[in-house]
């Protein structure tokens, strides 16, 4: 419904650009070009002798705010899309070489490659599927039993794809007179394509006409089946209005870091429409509330400032209106409402995070879009890549400058703090985002693929201790930033929108078993494992390792360890299946280290099991058909999978 940008759009190809993957190529299209983006004459003046960091920016929305926070800090804006000597690139639309040429844990790279799995209408609701799926029946099991998952139809509305036979059928099924269904393209924005279904005529001519195109022969021929690109969702035809009008909220996911992950929720705004609502009116611009659609009309001129109210004059709003005619609890926004959306978001976050692709560097932040009916239910209507950062109203210009700093300060931040394997908290630039998830819980990597599934995993789904403390709360406390502020006591005489938080990560408990030498034959991607000599002094805490680990001479003879860069998407974790043993513990003596490139591995193992030698696996093994059959089709070689964009 907001201004986003979807398309995506690749870059002219690098002279040394390598062959394409499929897992690179998923959701990447190529036959578009994107112009090198020319400096102004003023900025062509300024511009001193190359010096660095340099900073990249394609697009417009917010060129501004983010050029202003880098030049801040003494970077060179450079306006060649295919250089790769950049500190920070900043693109409205994803390019393909840009994630070739990536370097990991040198450089930072916004919007995840594969971030369509949320910001798309048909990939946030197969995912949404998929994890209610999922979890059903982790929760038949009574050691799950603590786990508790929002059901997906009471915050989202019931939708239907129609580029499935099935489900076009469902819908006519479904479908009565005097109801409203809204037609969407999966990948759009800005309220194109969208149209409503009124009558069953309609809903019958639009199910010939997806079948019709169905059937055509060259139909079958387009990979992405771009004409079927849509969804059906049931209309909430009872909005909460505003003085009459019909509105949404705006607010934003932030996922600061992928390795570990860090995600954040932060406030945002209210849109509102211009006229008065009116069900049967077939003005679009009554339905949606988008400022692209508001600006059509000729009132948006002298009532703009009336189309965007910010979440404290919403707060009172519903206090002086609503909370004795609804028993509502005081700052019913703050609290309940904010909860509400801080559990939704995280529940949509929980259901791709083992999909998406992370790589330290990798940041994104999304715009996710709440509805609220007249009876006060929260509805989850959509979630944008690239959301609106134009600053035209003055809401906005106090919004939207927040979130962008504070968005690059928390990137940065968790960026290096990751880098250096150093404690993630407190953060000292998180002001007003609120932590919804840390990955420095995780007690085993995001991305898992075995030879053989001989013991259970630790499913990636499954929530964090901050999930948890979410998704079981009813009430709202305030946000704990560091252990030092933990003690602050919440100033409850004035509403704020820090009320509703969620409390400190505990710190990761690692627990010291037992471990075994390993076998002199043992390798790991082809490096031998020296035996260990003379036991030597634990390392201290909170040591800095190198970007290139060396192997520890002498280690300990509790000590099992497996050094190695590990090649992020990869299917480098074949020795759970070689060994057969439990999902093994990140530990390495008081230290605590994620998994990603340039780390050490250490695995602890149970004394009374031996550990059986190993080899590594070759290619061929490693992508052989039993590992898919396991594991099941990757989603871009899923014919029942249809994308437009990204």
């Not at 002798?49 to 003494?74: D, E, H, M, W």
């Not at 996710?368 to 906005?396: G, Q, R, Y």
């Not at 800095?544 to 520890?552: D, K, V």
């Not at 513990?585 to 490139?597: E, G």
Request: net charge positive.
């Amino acid at each position: 419904m907001g201004p986003e940008k979807k398309n995506l759009e690749g870059a002219p190809a690098h002279p040394e650009t390598r062959a394409v993957t499929k897992t690179e190529a998923s959701g990447i299209q190529t036959h578009h070009t994107h112009p090198t983006e020319e400096p102004t004459l003023g900025e062509k003046k300024l511009l001193p002798p190359s010096q660095g960091p340099f900073f990249y920016i394609g697009g417009t929305n917010g060129a501004v705010l983010i050029s202003s926070y880098c030049r801040s800090k003494g970077w060179q804006r450079i306006h060649d899309n295919r250089r790769e000597d950049y500190k920070l690139k900043w693109c409205e639309t994803k390019c393909r070489d840009t994630y070739y040429s990536f370097r990991e844990g040198e450089q930072l790279l916004y919007q995840i490659p594969n971030n369509k799995l949320l910001t798309t209408k048909i990939g946030l609701l197969n995912a949404l599927r998929e994890y209610a799926r999922v979890m059903s029946k982790i929760s038949r099991s009574p050691t799950a039993a603590h786990i508790k998952v929002l059901k997906m139809e009471d915050f989202f509305p019931e939708t239907y794809r129609l580029d499935v036979k099935d489900e076009r059928e469902n819908f006519i099924t479904v479908f009565h007179d005097e109801e409203i269904w809204i037609c969407k393209p999966t990948a759009s924005n800005q309220g194109k394509g969208i149209f409503l279904i009124r009558t069953q005529e309609e809903a019958i001519s639009l199910q010939a006409k997806m079948q019709s195109i169905e059937d055509d022969p060259t139909y079958k021929k387009m990979p992405f089946k771009a004409p079927q690109a849509r969804v059906i969702q049931r209309y909430i035809h009872n909005p909460l209005l505003l003085d009459g009008k019909k509105f949404d909220v705006r607010s934003y996911l932030l996922i600061a870091c992928a390795m570990p992950y860090m995600v954040f929720f932060s406030h945002g705004y209210a849109r509102l429409t211009l006229s008065l609502y009116d069900p049967k009116a077939k003005d679009l611009a009554g339905h949606l509330t988008n400022q692209f659609m508001q600006k059509k009309s000729p009132l948006y001129v002298l009532l703009k400032e009336e189309t965007v109210w910010s979440m404290e004059r919403l707060n009172k709003h519903i206090n002086e209106k609503f909370r004795r005619a609804k028993g509502l609890p005081r700052d019913w926004v703050l609290t309940t409402f904010t909860k509400r959306m801080q559990q939704i978001m995280l529940q949509c976050f929980l259901a791709v995070k083992s999909k998406l692709e992370c790589k330290l560097g990798y940041f994104d932040l999304i715009g996710c879009d709440f509805l609220i009916d007249e009876n006060f239910k929260v509805w989850l209507l959509e979630m944008n890549s690239n959301p609106a950062l134009h600053t035209n109203c003055e809401v906005l210009k106090e919004v939207v400058p927040r979130v962008v700093h504070e968005t690059l300060d928390l990137a940065l931040e968790t960026f290096h703090k990751s880098l250096r394997t150093e404690r993630m908290f407190p953060l000292l630039s998180q002001r007003n985002f609120v932590l919804l998830h840390s990955g420095e819980d995780d007690v085993w990597p995001r991305s898992i693929r075995l030879r053989s599934p001989s013991r259970p995993l630790k499913l990636s789904c499954e929530p964090s201790y901050q999930a948890m403390n979410l998704l079981s709360s009813t009430t709202g406390s305030s946000p704990a930033k560091a252990a030092d502020r933990s003690l602050k006591k919440p100033d409850s005489a004035k509403p704020s929108l820090k009320r509703t938080g969620l409390s400190a990560p505990p710190v990761p408990v690692h627990p010291k078993s037992a471990l075994h030498q390993p076998s002199p034959h043992s390798v790991v991607k082809g490096q031998p494992q020296a035996l260990p000599q003379e036991p030597v002094q634990p390392q201290p805490p909170h040591i800095t390792l190198p970007e290139e680990p060396e192997a520890i001479a002498d280690p300990p003879n509790h000590m099992f360890t497996l050094l190695r860069p590990l090649a992020s998407n990869s299917s480098d974790f074949w020795f759970q299946g070689a060994l057969d043993l439990e999902p093994p513990l990140m530990a390495s003596n008081d230290l605590f280290l994620p998994l990603y490139p340039s780390r050490m591995l250490s695995l602890s193992f149970p004394s009374a099991e031996p550990i059986p030698s190993f080899d590594t696996p070759s290619l061929s093994e490693v992508q052989d058909s039993t590992l898919d059959s396991f594991l099941g089709l990757p989603e871009y070689e899923r014919k029942d999978l249809g994308y437009r964009g990204s």
